[in-house]
């Protein structure tokens, strides 16, 4: 390390006399401290001197290959080689601006290398650059972790809104896209629809069958609900053996109609045995006279319509079930 003074310790300055002096000292830096090392003439720049843990890292023989660009250019990837390529235009003209970057190489068994390349522009007295001494680092294993724990991190946030046993979005997703949906319904002037689905007697379905089959009911349910709905409509599990719809650019009679479809949809689709398992479900709407609220926040709206069709489905479940009420 140099001191604040420039003085260069003393350790320092006798590594530098040896490597001046003693080849040995060269070698032992190249092949064991980095994953590579590489020398351009910029003055005739297809000739790149690459050492042999270059080659070594990508699985190539170092005896096959001829120390050209072209010999490089071939085992880099194309869109990382323009990146490279344009950090060394910049480096040229500015050595403020590094040279450093990660790019990819093919091995030759077709994999892909990460390497991590810097390098530094030397010089004439007048300033012109006329070599580069660049140096690699191989960072795959590094990548790999990345993307692994990026995967996890993906598997962990997709967890954390689906329902683990159906799939669906969990009432808290459901409720973070229905703000977003319903700021886009407000702004283009559209209803929205929310449907609550209820499975009727499904606690006398979990005592005499057991909770084994009462998931497997859910569960059919909830596969019965997105072949019927819309692609564009949102379903989520609110609990327990409650599911809810979000439909939009939808109006209440419309919203009706979609609700008759999954009610009849369930009761011909679904059974314990020879019985058919059926639904109940309550309809509210925004941006209709049948919901007021304009000038509430989307949370306040989305508990509004909650309330709404949470009133619906008892009407629905006092009148007999197997219904759709609004």
Known sequence: MTSKT???HYLEK????????????FQFLQTNCLDGVFFWDLDNQEHKWMSDNFWKVFGYDPTSKQHKLSDWREVINQEDMEQALQNFKLHCEDPTHPYDQIVRYQHQDGST?????????????????????????????????????????????NLARHDYHTSLYNRFAFAEIFEQQLLIAAREHMPISLAMVDVDNFKAINDSLGHIEGDKILLDIAKTLKKIARDSDVIGRFGGDEFIVLMFNTNHREAELAGERLRMAVEEFVATGSDPVTVSIGIATFGEKSIAGIDLSPAEIYDKMLGTADKALYRAKNNGRNQVCY
């Open 113 to 157: 290398v990460w390497v991590r390349c810097r390098g530094i522009a030397l010089r004439d007295k007048n300033g012109k650059p006329i070599r580069i001494l660049g140096a690699h680092t191989d960072i795959t294993k590094l990548k790999e972790t990345e993307e692994t724990l990026k995967a996890k991190n993906e598997e962990l946030k």
């Open 14 to 25: 006798e590594l530098q006399d040896m490597l001046a002096t003693d080849p040995t000292i």
């Open 6 to 8: 420039n003085n260069p």
